[in-house]
């Protein structure tokens, strides 16, 4: 068990450009969640799979957002056209499939929009 | 919807000191609580967990009672060391909504030798 690995920890792009994060959750996991964390705040739901199938998306995900889980494995976040208020630190983390869904968490992936 | 709130930070003590960090909730159903830690540089991570009213979960140290009738779930630590400095989570997950979880602010403690 390696833990969850997000790749890149850094990204920065200039306004207008689209991004993708990837997510690789722990093996065992069937749920995949993908968090956003502005200074100062705590993690905010963004959406969630179990498996490939999207459960649950925020109202927070605007449209200019899309995330995929293919074959349930590794996940990507897709920001299209960035906006200067999209940057954060965005969070993958996976849970088992039973008991309270601790979850598990990558070391985060950091966009700054210039 | 569900909600959680921390006392605000930070917080700095000097090493040896008790810690407490208050932590409420509101949540429609029957959550199961955490509290998440981040240290410098680090991702959050599980510090200890409770899954029903009463019960106490407790990991390094520190200990959290989940009180179902004050809808609260205080960290305590008896004796904080250098090492216990970091960012503080409190959250709720809820197996009726997703099992995604709310999280409190964190608060930020410092300790000092």
């Known amino acids: 068990d390696t833990g969850v690995s997000q790749n890149p920890r850094h990204k920065i792009t200039k306004r207008g450009q689209n991004v993708t994060f990837r997510c690789d959750p722990i093996?065992?996991?069937?749920?995949l969640y993908w968090y956003r964390q502005t200074l100062g705040q705590g993690p905010e739901f963004l959406t969630y799979?179990?498996?490939?199938?999207?459960?649950?998306k925020s109202r927070l995900l605007s449209d200019r957002f899309s995330a995929e889980r293919p074959k349930g494995s590794f996940s990507t976040l897709e920001i299209q056209r960035t906006e200067q208020g999209d940057s954060a630190m965005y969070l993958c983390?996976?849970?088992?499939?039973?008991?309270?869904?601790?979850?598990?968490f990558g070391p985060g992936t950091r966009l700054t929009v210039t | 919807g569900d909600s959680v709130t921390q006392m605000e930070g930070p917080v700095t003590l000097s090493e040896e000191a008790f810690l407490t960090i208050n932590c409420t909730y509101t949540?429609?159903?029957?959550?199961?609580l955490f509290w998440y830690v981040q240290y410098p540089g680090e991702g959050l991570q599980l510090l200890l967990k409770?899954?029903?009213?009463?019960d106490k979960g407790s990991n390094k140290g520190f200990e959290a009672t989940y009180r179902k009738e004050t809808t609260s779930f205080h960290l305590e630590k008896g004796s904080v060391q250098v090492s216990d400095s970091a960012v503080y989570f409190c959250?709720?997950?809820?197996?009726?909504?997703?099992?995604?979880?709310?999280f409190g602010d964190g608060t930020t403690l410092t300790v000092k030798p």
């Open positions: 983390a996976s849970s088992p499939n039973q008991g309270p869904f601790e979850q598990y």
């Open positions: 093996s065992e996991h069937n749920r």
């Open positions: 799979f179990q498996n490939e199938a999207q459960l649950e």
């Open positions: 949540a429609t159903g029957y959550p199961s």
């Open positions: 409770a899954t029903k009213a009463d």
């Open positions: 959250a709720l997950s809820d197996v009726t909504n997703a099992g995604k979880s709310t």
